[in-house]
Every structure is written in structure tokens, then in C-alpha cells.
């Protein structure tokens, strides 16, 4: 079944302002990972966060992960129009042999306005 | 990480012939994956692809529609067959890499497809 629901499905705010995604999912994982995918191009993994991790950082980006309420957040603060793209958390399939097996959510597509 | 290509990069197909999408990798990796994402939509899987055994296809897809080759450790192939507008879609393939995120998924560029 589908996991990885994102919220907003789109977001468009000012270079510089920070830019909010969130991810529910349904069911254990092992891991939930962030993607950016610009129009049309390949994904691009941003940063994967552990079922045991509570927040991580990259760079602009920061991710927190809730396990008891099973949502992601992803956060990119000083936006630039680069940020541009379409952003999709994956989660795997938690313990059993199918576990490596990604499933996607529809994505958020983020607009930064320079 | 990998580097990892896709051929074509995009094509034009007419509705009932059959294309074949070439994913190379530049390092040996056991588990290669193909997905689909239909225009607007998020990211579907279609197949596992690991060398030495037989695809594993997700519900709704089946081999006839999909054959898949795994050759060897850096190489797959998935043909898409009989197509129809339908199948027009951005075909990606993605390995996984072990290392420190060793559940870390790495995608190629895409194939996309469009059939008339």
C-alpha cells in the first residue's frame, strides 16, 4: 500500500523564506529518506533518516522524524530558486525480506520566487 | 555513491511497438530496482532486478509487459512492450549502495517515454 503522504502537494514562497514538507506514512519503518527531483530530471537523494534518529542535518536541510506519529518533516531554510523541484520522502518496508524495497509519497512541489 | 546512466534518455514511440531501456552503473551493485512515474504522479515500482534470479514484479505489473534483463552485477535492462499511450511515463532505474546509509537508494536519470 502507498506510503510517504506528503503535505502540502504544493508551496510557493519567497527566496530567503524557510519552506516546510511533511511526510505520514502507515506503517513501521527502518528508514525514511528525502528525494528531490527537478522537472523531468532523475531523483536526487537528499538525506536518509534512521527509525532511531529524531533529527538530522545537511546543510540547509533538516530533517525530523516522529516514529510514535509516524511523520517526517523536511525543512530548507534560506530558500534559493534553485530549490526549485519536486520533493518526495520514501520509506522501506520495515523488517521482512520486501524490506529494501522503496514506496514513494506523491511529492510536494516546491516554487521558490526570487 | 554511484554514477549511474540511463539510454535513451527520452523517446518518442508509436503505440504498439516495444522499447528497451539500458541502465548501467559504474560499480558493481546487487540489487537494481525500475520504477515508474506517470506524468503528475509520484514514483511506482515496478520490478527488482537482481543478478542471477528471476525479477520480482509488484502487483500490476507483470513479465510480458515488463521483461527485465540482469546480465551481470552493473547492468539491466527493462523493455517495455506492446506499448500504449498509457505507458507514457518517466522509467527510472536505482541501485542501492552499501556504505555507512547502507539502505541509501541512488536513481539514474530517467528514460521518458512518450507513445502516440
Known amino acids: 500500500s502507498q506510503q510517504g503522504e506528503e503535505d502540502p502537494q504544493a508551496l510557493s514562497i519567497q527566496e530567503g523564506e524557510n519552506a516546510t514538507m511533511n511526510c505520514s506514512y502507515k506503517t513501521s519503518i527502518n528508514n525514511l529518506q528525502w528525494y528531490r527531483q527537478n522537472s523531468g530530471r532523475g531523483l536526487v537523494h537528499l538525506i536518509l533518516?534512521?527509525?532511531?534518529?529524531r533529527e538530522k542535518h545537511s546543510g540547509r536541510l533538516r530533517v525530523t522524524l516522529d516514529t510514535s506519529k509516524k511523520s517526517s518533516s523536511l525543512l530548507i531554510t534560506a530558500s534559493r530558486a534553485a530549490d526549485t523541484a519536486s520533493y518526495f520522502c520514501?520509506?522501506?518496508?520495515?523488517?521482512?525480506?520486501?524490506?529494501?524495497?522503496?514506496?514513494f509519497g506523491k511529492g510536494t512541489k516546491l516554487s521558490v520566487i526570487p | 555513491s554511484a554514477v549511474i546512466s540511463q539510454k535513451p534518455s527520452r523517446d518518442i514511440c508509436q503505440r504498439g511497438t516495444s522499447l528497451t531501456i539500458q541502465c548501467q552503473v559504474d560499480?558493481?551493485?546487487?540489487?537494481m530496482f525500475w520504477y515508474r512515474q506517470q506524468p503528475g504522479q509520484s514514483l511506482t515500482l515496478i520490478a527488482t532486478?537482481?543478478?542471477?534470479?528471476?525479477?520480482?514484479?509488484e502487483s500490476g505489473f507483470v513479465i510480458d509487459k515488463f521483461p527485465i534483463s540482469r546480465p551481470n552485477l552493473t547492468f539491466s535492462t527493462l523493455t517495455v512492450s506492446n506499448m500504449s499511450p498509457e505507458d507514457s511515463s518517466i522509467y527510472l532505474c536505482?541501485?542501492?549502495?552499501?556504505?555507512?546509509?547502507?539502505?541509501?537508494?541512488?536513481f539514474g536519470p530517467g528514460t521518458r517515454l512518450l507513445v502516440l
Open positions: 560499480s558493481q551493485v546487487t540489487m
Open positions: 533518516i534512521r527509525s532511531n534518529e
Open positions: 520514501a520509506t522501506d518496508g520495515g523488517s521482512g525480506a520486501g524490506s529494501y524495497q522503496l514506496t
Open positions: 536505482s541501485v542501492e549502495i552499501r556504505g555507512r546509509n547502507r539502505e541509501t537508494q541512488y
Open positions: 532486478a537482481n543478478q542471477g534470479s528471476e525479477a520480482t514484479y
